[in-house]
């Protein structure tokens, strides 16, 4: 099993940056899909965006697309989430997952990191 550690949140103001970091356990990281996932409270968790193995295909979720960049690097077994012009309503928990499947639903990804939390205030 894949274990998964984001790292990077915090709290800024709206318009500020961040980036978030996971680092996968799995020496066969490099064969996994990844996803980034959030849940705000009182809300279901909602996909934010996912890279292929390669890193050439990107997909992102509306809400954030053109704002948030996804990378990856394969022989430092870590994701990246680029986080720019943050708004208010971006603030959640933010998870990283892996999976085998090109998918935006999280029941596709079956390893799960344990989140780090952005809050953006306004």
């Known amino acids: 099993q894949v274990q998964l550690v984001e790292s990077g949140g915090g709290l800024v103001q709206a318009g500020d940056s961040l980036r978030l970091s996971c680092t996968a356990s799995?020496?066969?990281?490099?064969?996994?899909?990844m996803g980034w996932f959030r849940r705000a409270p009182g809300k279901e968790r909602e996909f934010v965006a996912r890279i292929s193995w390669g890193g050439e295909d990107r997909y992102y979720a509306d809400s954030v697309k053109g704002r948030f960049t996804i990378s990856r690097d394969n022989a430092k077994t870590t994701v990246y989430l680029q986080m720019n012009s943050l708004k208010p309503e971006d603030t959640a928990v933010y998870y990283c997952?892996?999976?085998?499947?090109?998918?935006?639903?999280?029941?596709?990804?079956?390893?799960w990191g344990q989140g780090t939390q952005v809050t953006v205030s306004s």
């Open positions: 799995a020496r066969t990281f490099s064969s996994y899909y």
């Open positions: 997952a892996t999976g085998r499947t090109r998918s935006e639903d999280g029941y596709d990804y079956p390893n």
